[in-house]
Structure formats: structure tokens, C-alpha cells
């Protein structure tokens, strides 16, 4: 089987498109926020890489042509921003305080669970990322010295948390405002969560894509501040 993904040009993709179409399957016939498309899809694959002894760099032989539609899909994300940037002009002042605010609390947690748990110094600056995208957050771990490996699977967890239970956490809080959804959604769980942004709205769809983008440029110098404290 090992051999099969290394000769073939799309095994890789083949597994990661069906172990999706199943999360979608599933999360459709039980419509529970759990059976979240993307984790699904996520445990299939570890799964059959696992039991069928199947190496990464093997899987990645197909699975990378996948990798090479995420830079467009992002820019793609620009798009709904456009069609509400009159919004956007109106409310600016409180979309800039909501992402600040996010960067600030994502990278306070961090430094907090770090005194609690007693981290090293190269695992708290692999944490300090965790809600940016994956692309400007391994270049922040790798800099400050930290686990880029670590820091992508923080990325990616933090994402698919932020995707299944953002719906539960602003009706928690009683967080109705679409702007302030979308602020919320793209600054604690940056494209992985908009993807839920986008399901809610148009609006909390534009908000969320604005929000991965200035919180990475955000993050990349808060990062470099928090890195000093610990």
C-alpha cells in the first residue's frame, strides 16, 4: 500500500476528497456540530495512514497538489470583503478594536497557560501562533525559536475548535451583531473558521477574512513582544 501512494499522482488527494465527502455525509444525516467535515476528515486519513502503515511523505506525493489550491482558495477569501467594504468603512473603528482585541487574547492565554503548566520558552513561542494561518504562523514559531511542526498542528487544532463550537460559543454569549460574529470567528480561529463564518453570512463571512489577515500581521509583532515577557 506504502508502494501504491508513492506511484501514484493522486492517491494522496483520492483519500483526503473521499475521507471529506464523508465528513459531509455525516455531519448531514446527524447534524451534529461534532461530525465537523474537516475532523472527520482529519481522523479518516490518520487512520488509514496508520492501519494501512502508510508513511506521510508517501501520502503527500498525491496529497500535495491539494496544498497547491490553498494560496488561491485564501486569496479567494477577499472577495466577500469586497462586496462589503462599504460596511466595513462604516464600522471600522470597532472592527479594528474587535481584532485587537482577539490578537491581545489569544497571546495573553498563551503566556497565562504557560506560567500554569510551566512551559519551556521553545514550546510557549510554538503556542503563541496557534489562531493566525498556517502560512504566517510557521513562519513566527521558526523565528522565535519554536517547533514548527508543533505549531502547524496547533494551528490546525485550533482552527476545527474554533469551526465546531463558534456557532454554541455566540449563542452562549448572546453575540448576535453579524460584524462582530465575524470579527470574533476570523480572530480566534483564522481560515478554518471562517469557513463557518461564511455559512452564517455574507457579512460574517467579509469581517472573518479581514480578521485573518490583519491579526497575522498583528500576531507577528505581539509574538515577538510576548516572546521577550516568557
Known amino acids: 500500500m506504502n508502494d501504491f ?23 448531514k444525516k446527524f447534524r451534529l456540530a461534532l461530525f465537523n467535515p474537516l475532523l472527520i476528515s482529519i481522523l479518516v486519513t490518520l487512520l488509514v495512514l496508520l492501519g494501512a502503515h502508510i ?13 497547491y489550491l490553498l494560496t488561491p482558495a485564501t486569496v479567494c477569501l477577499a472577495i466577500p470583503l469586497y462586496e462589503q467594504f462599504s460596511l466595513l468603512k462604516k464600522n471600522w473603528v470597532a472592527v479594528v478594536a474587535g481584532i485587537c482585541s482577539g490578537v491581545l487574547s489569544s497571546l495573553c492565554s498563551i503566556f497565562v497557560m504557560a506560567l500554569i503548566f510551566r512551559l519551556e520558552h521553545e514550546h510557549y513561542v510554538t503556542l503563541l501562533p496557534k489562531s493566525i494561518t498556517t ?19 496547533s494551528i490546525v487544532i485550533t482552527g476545527v475548535l474554533g469551526n465546531i463550537i463558534a456557532e454554541s460559543v455566540l449563542k452562549f454569549f448572546h453575540i448576535t451583531e453579524p460584524i462582530a460574529k465575524g470579527v470574533a470567528i ?23 477574512s479581514l480578521s485573518i489577515a490583519v491579526c497575522g500581521l498583528l500576531t507577528v509583532l505581539g509574538a515577538s513582544i510576548f516572546s521577550h515577557i516568557l
Open 5 to 27: 501512494f508513492q506511484q501514484s499522482l493522486f492517491g494522496g488527494m483520492i483519500l483526503s476528497v473521499l475521507a471529506y465527502e464523508l465528513g459531509l455525509y455525516l455531519k
Open 55 to 67: 508513511s506521510y511523505d508517501s501520502y503527500y506525493v498525491g496529497a500535495q497538489y491539494l496544498s
Open 135 to 153: 502560512a504566517i504562523g510557521m513562519g513566527v514559531a521558526d523565528e522565535l525559536g519554536g517547533f514548527v511542526p508543533l505549531a502547524v498542528a
Open 186 to 208: 476570523g480572530s480566534a480561529s483564522h481560515a478554518i473558521g471562517t469557513t463557518k463564518a461564511m455559512e452564517m453570512g455574507e457579512t460574517e463571512g467579509a469581517m472573518s
